[in-house]
């Protein structure tokens, strides 16, 4: 970093040049740099993290990207929606006598000689967008630090000619054109995600949908950022993971691919129009370096300290604001909580370790208008990613629920379960009326189920389907015990009183939020002497009661580990086991 004569915010694409320079002046074949990296990574991973720049970078929305200026340093966070597959380019490239490189860029900063040597290389496509059910509080929580590179959109500019045979530099090879000896050439992934033409359509909007609307949704996906990926295996991308991309901003509505007037050289490498998503509409960032991220990444910290006293103040204050919520009625609000704190942290065979469904019951058409709404909201305040779903006939005939390939555009259709992990998912399923399922209903109804039983969501690729791995809290609200969607657990709900709108304060709020995404990820075991404990009375159970079977033993133990972890604590104690006993005793003798 001593001495680098770029500025890597507002010229990173400068030190990219200067480290490939370095590196074919230390001696280094332009073969041997094919797919790997050359010093650049490590130079920004000092500047962002050793040197503490990150906070530096602005992250990349819809209220950034008017102020942000093309080719300077950006983030954006995102989930990976479709894994478009690989695109080829020229990476390196003689000018002369002299060796340059076009990587982390979508056009050489000069003429390439069409006859001159060079490097074909090779990147990943990723679709990725906005966490799906991401609240408007998130992005106010992490509003980018304003920096020197970051203004107003400059005046319009003349529009830049579009490049002869001569001075073609940004190419980009399709797939079934590459040479069938070419090194770099790879099977294409397909378990991946798009997005239909419909959803390209960037807004302004900031936050989630205000409505429930489940058909493809352009709001909830309303910045999309094509991001390509740079030497990374991919192993270590997945569909569905969040990441924060870090690179360099490309942004250019006057990139265009005259289709009607293309020479040899661009029908053998430019992009497929599949891939070539509109750029004045989709914005481009050549990654380099990125990381997976997780709720707490989301999140403000708050002014507390790490403390057994603090942690119990903060579960009795939630605690406090959730029976408010449901109308003083502690024993759901009880129940929510170890709900909130649920997750799968462990997966033996088909089933999913550490998953808590809630299906609250007894709502009538008075108490869901009142209380609904106020869930809602309560849930959205200290969540970071929360969805809504409507149950009714005419909508779940209607939908896709799951993501479904659709072989005409080589694209996987978006469908509404293609959540994020540690996303909660609503349903109210008072709205449901009797009449009659199609075919896609069915479907529907069996693809949540089978979601809510395994956390795992089926993909439909026409010709067979394939699982992938969920992680979604799932609440259900329902006149009586719900028989098309069978939760862990069913709890009576017993309001007792309206209370007005509770004001909570800012840092309350935060701490909320702190402590669920905190205490969520917790290790947690269960001591030799506890285990003997809880055998016994197991055993004591099933003797008591023999429906009773081995689900109802794997709640008990799901709802003791939550129990613990809600008070900071990382092994069962007789206290938090007697808590447990004591509340399904409560809600027992509701069921009754």
């Known amino acids: 970093m001593v001495g680098l004569p770029y500025d890597c915010l507002a010229n990173p694409l400068g030190a990219v040049r200067l480290t490939f320079e370095k590196a074919v002046g230390a001696g280094s074949d332009t073969a041997a740099l094919d797919g790997k990296d050359w010093g650049t990574a490590d130079l920004f991973r000092q500047f962002l993290f050793d040197d503490g720049a990150l906070s530096q970078v602005p992250i990349l929305n819809p209220s950034t990207i008017k102020r942000v200026q093309p080719n300077t340093l950006v983030r954006f966070r995102g989930m990976i929606q479709d894994m478009l597959g690989n695109e080829f380019y020229v990476g390196a490239y003689k000018d002369g006598c002299k060796w340059r490189t076009n990587k982390f860029a979508d056009a050489s900063p000069c003429p390439v000689d069409t006859s001159s040597d060079s490097r074909i290389w090779e990147r990943q496509l990723l679709y990725c967008v906005p966490v799906p059910g991401q609240n408007s509080w998130v992005e106010s929580s992490h509003e980018s630090i304003k920096n020197p590179y970051t203004e107003s959109i400059s005046p319009p500019r003349e529009k830049r000619p579009r490049e002869d045979d001569s001075t073609m530099a940004d190419v980009d090879m399709v797939s079934g054109h590459v040479p069938e000896d070419s090194p770099n050439l790879k099977k294409m992934r397909e378990d991946g995600r798009t997005i239909e033409p419909s959803d390209l359509q960037m807004t302004g909007t900031e936050g989630k949908s205000s409505n429930l609307s489940l058909l493809p949704d352009v709001e909830r996906n309303s910045f999309p950022c094509l991001v390509k990926i740079y030497d ?126 809630l299906n609250l019951t007894s709502f009538n058409k008075e108490s869901i208008s009142v209380f609904a709404n106020r869930i809602k909201l309560a849930v959205e ?4 990613f929360t969805e809504c779903l409507p149950l009714t006939v005419d909508y779940l005939n209607t939908v896709s629920l799951a993501p479904k390939k659709d072989y005409t555009t080589n694209r996987l259709a978006s469908g509404f379960l293609q959540l994020a992990e540690g996303s909660h998912l609503t349903i109210d399923e008072t709205t449901l009326q009797s009449g009659t399922l199609n075919s896609t209903g069915v479907e529907n109804v069996r693809v949540l189920k089978n979601m809510m039983q395994t956390q795992k969501v089926e993909y439909d690729f026409t010709y067979y389907k394939m699982e992938m791995a969920a992680d979604v809290q799932v609440l259900i609200l329902s006149e009586g015990k719900s028989n098309i969607l069978p939760a862990d657990l069913v709890v009576p709900f017993r309001p007792s009183a309206v209370d007005p709108a509770l004001g909570v304060n800012g840092e309350m709020l935060k701490a909320w939020r702190w402590y669920l995404a905190t205490m969520k990820s917790l290790p947690h075991a269960i001591e030799p002497h506890m285990q003997k404990v ?32 809600s008070f900071g604590e990382t092994s069962l104690s007789m206290e938090h086991w007697q808590m447990v006993k004591e509340l399904e005793t409560l809600r027992k003798e509701r069921s009754t």
């Open 381 to 384: 305040n200290i969540l970071p």
């Open 534 to 565: 809880v055998e016994d009375d197991l055993v004591a159970a099933r003797q008591a009661d023999r429906s009773l079977g081995s689900q109802e033993f794997s709640r008990w133990l799901t709802m003791g580990r939550l129990m613990s972890i």
């Open 232 to 357: 990374s295996p991919e192993s270590s991308l997945k569909l569905n993971d969040v990441f924060e991309f870090i690179g360099i901003f490309s942004f250019d509505p006057d990139l265009t691919v005259d289709r009607d007037n293309t020479d040899e050289l661009e029908e053998g490498f430019c992009e497929d129009a599949l891939v070539y998503l509109p750029p004045a509409k989709v914005p481009r960032l050549h990654c380099i370096v990125h990381r997976k991220i997780g709720v707490n990444d989301f999140l403000s910290s708050p002014c507390l300290e790490l403390t057994p006293s603090a942690i119990r103040e903060v579960r009795e204050a939630l605690l406090g604001n959730l029976t408010a919520v449901l109308g003083n009625d502690r024993v759901a609000a009880q129940y929510v909580l170890l709900h909130l704190l649920s997750r799968v942290h462990a997966r033996v065979d088909s089933i999913a370790v550490g998953k808590l469904s």
